[in-house]
């Protein structure tokens, strides 16, 4: 089992709806971070956060320590918000460990 | 401030030769990590390099190393070269290593081994 799971692998939505994409991680951490990546490799970091909420513009990132559990949400998505979506945590050894990501299509 | 910079963008080699992937790191970070992303998978993590020194390693064998240079760029060498090195190397530079600094990505090298 991996330590970070993402779920879904992939999601296709339509213009102007809700997206969630869920992490959970099974070892202890110190932060979280919720990353973009575009075709062609290029990552974007989009939030760090140990506790609780982030909000930047259409972007929301939550997180549970207790639960081990944080999520990534898009309000009012648009076909620009294509892209893959990495979660990955921060343990011991400074090294960030990665989910296999979410590839994210939003249609228009 | 300039961000971080990776060349060459993209490489082709033959197995058993040996490549040098380059880095530079975002002005002002003296920490530069790199990962190794296969195809449709998320990245992992090679080794870290802080003021020089390797400051973890990941589970990848000797044949890869690398260097860190006085102006905190970095080197990725790969001896040997195999047909599952085939994949995107990124690397990410950051303040002094600590779970709240941010990593800043490159845009990453695309190596292929024929």
């Known amino acids: 089992k991996n330590e970070v799971e993402q779920s879904p692998q992939n999601l296709t939505a339509q213009e102007g709806e809700f997206i969630t994409i869920n992490c959970s991680y099974s070892?202890?951490?110190?932060?979280l971070h919720w990353l973009q990546q575009h075709p062609g490799g290029g990552i974007v970091s989009l939030f760090m956060?140990?506790?609780g909420k982030k909000k930047h513009g259409r972007l929301i990132a939550t997180i549970n320590i207790q639960e081990k559990h944080s999520s990534l949400h898009i309000t009012a998505s648009h076909p620009r918000d294509s892209a893959v979506y990495i979660c990955?945590?921060?343990?011991?050894?400074?090294?960030?460990?990665f989910g296999q990501g979410t590839r994210l299509t939003i249609n228009p | 401030e300039t961000g971080v910079t990776q060349s060459p963008t993209h490489l082709i080699k033959t197995r058993g030769q040996q490549v040098t992937l380059r880095c530079s790191s975002q002005?002002?970070?003296?920490?530069v990590s790199w990962y190794q992303q296969a195809l449709g998978q998320g990245p992992q993590f090679i080794f870290q390099?802080?003021?020089?020194?390797?400051?973890g390693r990941g589970n990848f064998p000797p044949r890869f190393s690398g260097l860190q240079f006085p102006n905190y760029s970095s080197e990725l060498n790969v001896n040997a070269l195999e047909l599952d090195d085939s994949a995107l190397y990124l690397c990410?530079?950051?303040?002094?290593?600590?779970?709240?600094?941010?990593?800043?990505f490159g845009p990453g090298t695309r190596l292929t081994v024929l």
């Open positions: 990955a945590v921060m343990g011991g050894a400074q090294k960030l460990v």
């Open positions: 002005s002002g970070h003296n920490t």
């Open positions: 390099y802080y003021r020089e020194e390797e400051n």
């Open positions: 070892v202890g951490i110190s932060a």
């Open positions: 990410a530079s950051s303040l002094p290593p600590s779970s709240y600094n941010e990593q800043f």
């Open positions: 956060l140990s506790s």
